[in-house]
């Protein structure tokens, strides 16, 4: 997007902002291209100081893109309701979203289990006793945030 155009509203490009939806979420939809072209996928995932960590089978599509190392897209939306209203052209939304782009990295061996300790907190709020050997069963990669916008939107 172009730094001249103006930000939407409800538009944040603040960091602890972004962290807080990030927070928040459960579902991160990634944008990923590959040989057969561009999809979307929605995987669980934990976020810890600017970098998204999910975990991933050694084989398939996904993992593929995203040990090329190239740039991503993703979203989160956080929390979504309909706002109904007796005209039908003031009918809304409230939510809380994130879109944004990374880079990804596929974690070595070490690396694994803390970063599926993040996964699990952001679900579980507590660390887990998680078996190194049971890690290096999965692929497990960090997402470092390269841009993003949280768009917090509510009607009253």
Same mark, same amino acid.
């Given at each position: 997007?172009?730094? $001249? +155009?103006?930000? =939407?509203?409800?538009?944040?490009?603040? $960091?602890?902002?972004?962290?807080?939806? +990030?927070? &928040?979420?459960?579902?991160?939809?990634?944008?990923?291209?590959?040989?057969?072209? +561009?999809?979307?996928?929605?995987?669980?995932?934990?976020?810890?100081? /600017?970098?998204?960590?999910?975990?991933?089978?050694?084989?398939?599509?996904?993992?593929?893109?995203?040990?090329? /190392? &190239?740039?991503? /897209?993703?979203?989160?939306?956080?929390?979504?309701?309909? *706002?109904?209203?007796?005209?039908?052209?003031?009918?809304?939304?409230?939510?809380?979203?994130?879109?944004?782009? /990374?880079?990804? =990295?596929?974690?070595?061996? +070490?690396?694994? *289990?803390?970063?599926?300790?993040?996964?699990? &907190?952001?679900?579980?709020?507590?660390?887990?006793?998680?078996?190194?050997?049971?890690?290096?069963?999965? $692929?497990?990669?960090?997402?470092?945030?390269?841009?993003?916008?949280? =768009?917090?939107?509510?009607?009253?």
């Amino acid at each position: 997007m172009s730094q $001249e +155009l103006k930000l =939407r509203k409800g538009f944040s490009d603040d $960091e602890d902002v972004v962290a807080e939806v +990030l927070s &928040e979420g459960d579902v991160i939809h990634l944008a990923l291209k590959d040989a057969d072209g +561009l999809y979307s996928v929605p995987v669980n995932y934990g976020y810890n100081n /600017g970098a998204i960590y999910i975990h991933s089978s050694k084989v398939g599509r996904k993992i593929l893109a995203l040990a090329s /190392g &190239e740039e991503i /897209g993703f979203s989160v939306i956080a929390t979504y309701a309909v *706002v109904p209203d007796d005209k039908p052209c003031k009918w809304g939304c409230s939510f809380r979203s994130v879109v944004g782009t /990374g880079v990804p =990295r596929v974690l070595e061996d +070490l690396e694994k *289990v803390g970063a599926l300790n993040i996964v699990m &907190e952001h679900f579980n709020s507590k660390q887990c006793d998680i078996d190194p050997v049971s890690a290096k069963a999965v $692929e497990v990669i960090e997402i470092m945030i390269t841009s993003a916008t949280a =768009r917090i939107v509510g009607r009253d």
